[in-house]
């Protein structure tokens, strides 16, 4: 079964070994398998503007607070392409890593022009949309991720109030959830 962000796997896992060990064999035997993978979400969202890829896992179990899938799937979308051009780099096969960050670079723009808005507030208002727009590679000025940071602190203190908790991520928002906090100023919180 494929679902956006749950199938990347097959990319994400390779990749965060390579970086771990220095060892690039996982994904280079698997080189094959993960093109014909990008080959099938690339049919599947030829705009590369985000798609309901799969099954609608989504940031599964998040605490009434979703995500749409089209926003999810930009976003790691998005991060394989990236992580793609990185490891076909890795191996001097230019043609490929070049191929895969341009798709990167075109999903990053089709994000800023369906999702930003000015002063790095996003239009979809969830706790994930933040997380996953700073871990996923998408906002990348300083300036927004900063301010990105801060929307993403309020939303999570606004519900604190609200509801006395204040995550409202699920699968997909809650592991990067503390680190985008501290990468964006906002390590006080996080630590809370």
């Known amino acids: 079964v494929h679902a956006t962000a749950w199938s990347d796997a097959g990319v994400i896992v390779p990749h965060a070994i390579w970086k771990a060990t220095g060892n690039p064999a996982f994904f280079t035997n698997h080189w094959a398998a993960m093109n014909r993978f990008m080959d099938a979400r690339k ?24 995500t749409p899938h089209e926003y999810i799937d930009n976003c790691y979308f998005a991060l394989i392409a990236f992580q793609m051009s990185e490891m076909a780099a890795a191996q001097n096969k230019t043609e490929e890593a070049t191929k895969y960050r341009d798709w990167a670079e075109t999903l990053r723009n089709n994000f800023r022009t ?39 602190a309020a939303l999570i203190k606004s519900r604190a109030n609200e509801k006395n908790t204040g995550m409202t991520t699920g ?12 990468d964006t ?5 996080a630590l809370n």
């Open 43 to 66: 049919k599947a969202d030829p705009e590369l503007k985000g798609t309901a890829f799969g099954a609608p896992w989504g940031d599964w179990l998040n605490l009434d607070d979703p």
């Open 114 to 152: 369906n999702y930003l808005l000015p002063e790095g507030e996003l239009k979809i208002k969830s706790q994930s949309a933040y997380v996953l727009a700073l871990d996923c590679g998408i906002l990348i000025d300083p300036e927004i991720r900063k301010k990105a940071g801060a929307r993403l």
């Open 171 to 182: 699968f997909l928002g809650t592991k990067p959830l503390l680190p985008m906090l501290t």
């Open 185 to 189: 100023g906002q390590h006080d919180l």
